[in-house]
């Protein structure tokens, strides 16, 4: 047994790796530059971890998700692995404190998000490091033409300079073949290396179903298809609309976006977790990191921004292996929505620097300070404070975000943390001398462990039902225990929060590169037109499409989505529809025949010909010219 096997065995349970998982592993042992695409549920997290608690050292994560972030090092945690996270909202000292951990603490893992690679302290630490793996999540936003792209990751070049000699594993689930040579050029790749599983879920059901009732469809498919659902739609609005309605008939359903407090949506996302709630409607800002492997159902209302998008959230059904179902339900409007949604996600640069120094105002930054430092922000409290539209503020923070100016983190909520500061023997000195604070200080030694060490994640809420008392009162108790020097005491932080990665500008200061603005407009255009060609597109199996979108053009149908289910219905197999469609199209092409004609010149079952032209009029993609010949409609 290789020792990345012992590894999988020891720590996860696991005998075998899933397909692809192995020959990353092996890849970056032989110290190769190592660009891994997995499917989403692909176990792409497994192929890092093993690979650094088999070799010496730590291995860098840089992921965007703090929510993904978290839970990773928790789960390393209860395997008994030594993991730590660095992300919006710690303090300085924690900070500190965990950079010190990885350099003398023998940690396997340090997770931190892209932006705190420029901190000049982090990058001092670094070269203390013992790193054995940089290890890049979500690799597709290092990458221009990417969906989702970060100017933050492009700090990862400059930390590879730095560690010339350790190999880099990048990982993404939605990747074109564009943005598969981007990130390798983009990581400074010492060769192209590209480990590959097909995207394709034989398992999923892809449908679309266009109808001007989505309500009405709604309640069909959550009636007929049973098991946990998910349902994405674009707005918080409508998360809570959907759900009300769906309550209203007795259906177990609640919502969920990033506007909802931190312990609120933890609360929430855990009993949809464990089956107290069987329909989630949410935002794209549920899912990411969670992998519930029994969801049997995905439904989007709304059209997603990009295939990218779509595929990442239709992913998330069926990861147990069993048959799921992705649905997307269209109607007349929503094309002229998606164009509009594009219009207004590129505002005026006026509106941004008005935004920009709205944001800066609002958080009291002077100008040339405010770099490095993160701050609550209240999205809808600045709205409200200087008189701006919530839409045109998110789609200006996207704009200064891409200028590496700022980081916007709705599912940056903190929990509550405190650590002890003196040692035992002084703590019990306090206690005897502090009567009323020792029964206090002993629940929390009972409660925490490892409290002396590091900051550790508490909740008031807890420490008031096992005390009998408000959480307001355990707040003021621990403030009691932070002003005698006992504790270090961090309140939790119920807002997003706003990072600044460089200093307040003067306006005359703030500088767009418009050309690259412009282009990206242009690429987000041509996402939205390849969603929407989706969408409208009647005459190629669904599966196929998706994965001919990510660069896999040599596929089999489906067989199982709407499409496919057309197609089986005229009687014809796939080889007899595909010959007979592609000779129909370069004959009219060419030149608009009559039927009799079309016929005549096609070498094949006359009956099977006039199957395929139907098929082709009632999906509209054929019809009649001014003189009654066929021809190729290409609207």
């Known amino acids: 047994m290789s020792k990345f096997r012992e590894v999988l065995l020891k720590y996860w349970g696991y005998r075998n790796f899933r397909e692809m998982q192995e020959e990353i592993v092996e890849s970056i042992a032989s110290g190769k530059d190592t660009l891994g695409l997995l499917p989403t549920g692909g176990g792409k997290s497994i192929t890092f971890q093993t690979y650094s608690m088999a070799t010496p050292g730590v291995c860098l994560v840089v992921t965007p998700l703090i929510a993904l972030m978290k839970d990773q090092v928790e789960n390393l945690q209860k395997r008994k692995i030594k993991a730590v996270a660095i992300y919006s909202g710690m303090t300085k000292i924690e900070i500190e404190r965990a950079l010190d951990n990885v350099i003398y603490g023998d940690y396997k893992f340090l997770y931190l998000s892209p932006e705190r690679l420029q901190n000049f302290y982090f990058q001092e630490k670094l070269v203390h490091m013992k790193v054995n793996l940089i290890a890049v999540d979500e690799a597709h936003c290092i990458s221009q033409w990417g969906y989702d792209f970060r100017p933050s990751y492009l700090e990862i070049a400059k930390i590879r300079e730095k560690l010339p000699d350790i190999p880099v594993l990048a990982l993404t689930a939605t990747a074109t073949p564009k943005v598969v040579d981007d990130i390798q050029e983009k990581l400074l790749f010492k060769e192209k290396n590209v480990l590959q599983k097909s995207f394709e879920r034989k398992n999923l059901v892809y449908y679309v179903i266009n109808t001007e009732d989505k309500e009405k469809e709604l309640f069909k498919l959550i009636t007929k298809i049973e098991g946990c659902a998910v349902i994405y739609v674009r707005n918080r609005r409508k998360t809570r609309e959907y759900a009300m309605l769906l309550q209203k008939y007795n259906i177990s359903a609640d919502f969920y976006h990033a506007g ?159 650590m002890i500061n003196v040692n035992r023997d002084d703590l ?62 961090i309140p939790r932080i119920n807002k997003p929060l706003m990072h600044f990665n460089a200093e307040r500008l003067e306006d005359k200061g703030i500088l767009f590169d418009i050309k690259e603005l412009n282009e990206r407009k242009e690429r987000t255009l041509s996402r939205m037109e390849a969603m929407l060609n989706y969408a409208t597109s009647n005459n190629k199996c669904r599966s196929q499409h998706l994965l001919a979108y990510f660069g896999e053009t040599d596929t089999q149908r489906c067989g199982n989505c709407d499409v496919c289910l057309r197609r089986n219905e005229l009687g014809l197999n796939k080889y007899e529809f595909d010959i007979i469609l592609e000779e129909i199209k370069e004959i009219i092409n060419f ?44 609207e």
């Open 591 to 634: 030149e608009p025949c009559l039927l009799n004609e079309l016929v005549e010149k096609i070498k094949f079952d006359e009956y099977k010909i006039i199957k395929v032209v139907q098929w082709l009029f009632e999906n509209k993609k054929m019809i009649y010219d001014k003189d009654n010949k066929l021809k190729w409609n290409k």
């Open 260 to 418: 909802l407090d931190a312990q609120t949506r933890a609360y929430k996302q855990s009993e949809w977790q464990k089956d107290n709630i069987r329909i989630m409607v949410c935002t794209n800002a549920f899912g990411m990191g969670i992998d519930k492997p029994d969801v049997r159902l995905v439904i989007h209302l709304d059209l997603p921004d990009s295939p990218e998008a779509y595929f990442q959230e239709a992913g998330r059904a069926g990861r147990d292996g069993k048959k799921a179902w992705a649905f997307l339900v269209t109607n007349s409007a929503d094309k002229a929505q998606a164009k509009r949604n594009i219009t207004t996600a590129f505002p005026d640069l006026k509106k941004v620097i008005e935004v920009y120094n709205a944001i800066c105002n609002y958080l009291q930054i002077p100008i040339g300070d405010g770099k490095d430092m993160d701050y609550p922000f209240d999205i809808f409290e600045l709205a409200k404070n200087f008189k701006l539209d919530v839409l045109s503020i998110y789609n200006s923070i996207k704009i200064l975000e891409a200028n590496n100016m700022l980081t916007y983190s709705e599912e940056a909520n903190t929990v509550s943390r405190i």
């Open 428 to 489: 019990y000195k306090f206690q005897v001398e502090n009567e009323a604070l020792d029964n206090f200080i002993k629940m929390l030694l009972r409660t925490y462990t490892g409290i002396f060490n590091d900051y550790v994640n508490i909740s008031e809420e807890y420490l008031a039902r096992k005390a009998n008392t408000k959480p307001d009162t355990i707040i003021e108790l621990l403030k009691v225990l932070a002003r005698y020097k006992i504790i270090s005491y």
